[in-house]
């Protein structure tokens, strides 16, 4: 499945900044992931280097794996992952999550998977409650303009005809930052891949531009980076 997205992001301090954008994302089964051929296969590559884990592994064996060390057995229950795909050998994905479901099909847990542009990654394992609702404490630094410090409020319904997701930093300071997805759903045909891409070139990498331009904005207008801390590897996921 296809979803036609647009993205937005609010800053309302200490300098109001609220930018937005169209993309378009993937709602996959990670048993059976796309394997297009011929021109397509450079518009919709899925590969386990691209998420949490072994890059030597599959993508389930790694969520599996990162499951099972946080106490999590799904026994072969689905899990779909809503992402960005590798377009023209280039991929970014500041959220990618995970639906994890029980053998029996009901939801055992989410997992939302967060990438910075320093290519660091934090996978943060929610049990959210019946409205995809769950809080999270930060553990990444994201925007070089926030510290790793506050919580997060996740809103991560599992799609369905339409997409809508939404995180809320909340800082002990007051500060919030907010970001959502919304969009609409389509099947992923030829010609649907084949339009998204027409109406998104190159799109992976415009997110990671335009958020980096973002940054760049602030910057000019007088914001300024706090360090940037040391990472250690978070375990099943580096």
């Known amino acids: 499945m296809l979803y036609e997205c647009r993205i937005v992001h609010a800053r309302p301090t200490p300098l109001r900044n609220v930018f ?3 993309t378009y994302e993937w709602l996959v089964d990670i048993d059976k992931l796309p394997r297009p051929g011929g021109w397509r296969s450079l518009l919709a590559g899925f590969g386990a280097p691209d998420h949490l884990g072994d890059p030597g592994r599959s993508i389930r064996e790694n969520v599996d794996e990162f499951l099972r060390t946080r ?3 799904l026994d072969g229950g689905q899990v779909l992952m809503l992402a960005h795909a590798r377009v023209l050998g280039y991929v970014f994905n500041p959220l990618s999550v995970y639906w994890c479901h029980r053998a029996d099909g009901t939801l055992d847990c989410v997992i939302a998977e967060v990438h910075n542009t320093y290519g660091q990654l934090h996978a943060y394992l929610l049990h959210t409650d019946g ?3 769950a809080r999270a404490g930060k553990e990444l630094y994201v925007s070089p303009y926030h510290p790793v410090d506050g919580w997060y409020q996740m809103s991560l319904p599992r799609p369905a005809q339409r997409l809508a997701l939404s995180i809320t930093l909340h800082r002990p300071n007051g500060y919030l930052f907010a970001a959502s997805v919304r969009g609409a759903a389509v099947p992923a045909t030829r010609l649907a891949l084949l339009r998204a891409t027409v109406r998104h070139p190159c799109s992976t990498v415009m997110v990671s531009a335009r958020i980096r331009w ?4 602030l910057y000019a207008r007088g914001l300024r980076p706090v360090p940037r801390p040391a990472r250690h590897p978070q375990e099943g996921v580096q």
Request: glycine content about 24%; proline content about 0%.
């Open 214 to 217: 973002q940054g760049i904005k």
């Open 71 to 73: 106490g999590v057995d």
């Open 20 to 22: 937005s954008y169209r």
């Open 131 to 133: 409205q995809g609702r």
